[in-house]
């Protein structure tokens, strides 16, 4: 330990710190005012013009509107989804319309439940369409293999 780096008197005295002494009060013009408010402004002039200010010169007022929650229902009415009949041209008739009408119809179940009547009216009536269209195009190729069967042979 080097001798020149040992701690003055003052240091080691039971005065070590100014915080444990008491402190005076504070100032006067201070203790006009209730603990926790703060003076007002008035004193300063209120600027006449297109913009209201703050009670600090060049300080804007920002006033916050409540934030509005939009939640969807479910619709009372729901169109319908036609998922069985989707999943019956998936499995007996054309497997590639059969999961395109599937997509439909999930997708109108979707907009059902969220409230989007137009687009649930929309996705109804492309999933019927589709279900249609692989019924039609099932009973074609079975009538062909049937009429190849029997008839041709």
Request: hydrophobic fraction near 40%; include cysteine; charged fraction near 10%.
């Amino acid at each position: 330990m080097d001798p020149s780096n040992r701690p003055t008197a003052a240091y080691r005295s039971s005065e070590k710190s100014g915080m444990l002494q008491p402190t005076p009060p504070p100032a006067a013009a201070c203790q006009d005012y209730p603990v926790g408010y703060l003076p007002s402004f008035s004193k300063q002039p209120v600027p006449q013009g297109p913009y209201v200010q703050g009670p600090y010169p060049g300080q804007s007022v920002v006033t916050m509107q409540p934030a509005v929650f939009v939640t969807a229902a479910p619709l009372a009415n729901p169109e319908p989804e036609y998922l069985c009949y989707s999943v019956f041209t998936t499995l007996c008739c054309c497997i590639p319309l059969g999961i395109a009408a599937l997509v439909f119809s999930s997708s109108t179940r979707n907009a059902n439940h969220s409230g989007q009547q137009v687009l649930a009216a929309k996705n109804s009536k492309t999933a019927r369409t589709v279900n249609h269209l692989s019924v039609a195009i099932g009973i074609v190729v079975f009538a062909l293999i049937i009429i190849e069967e029997f008839v041709l042979n």
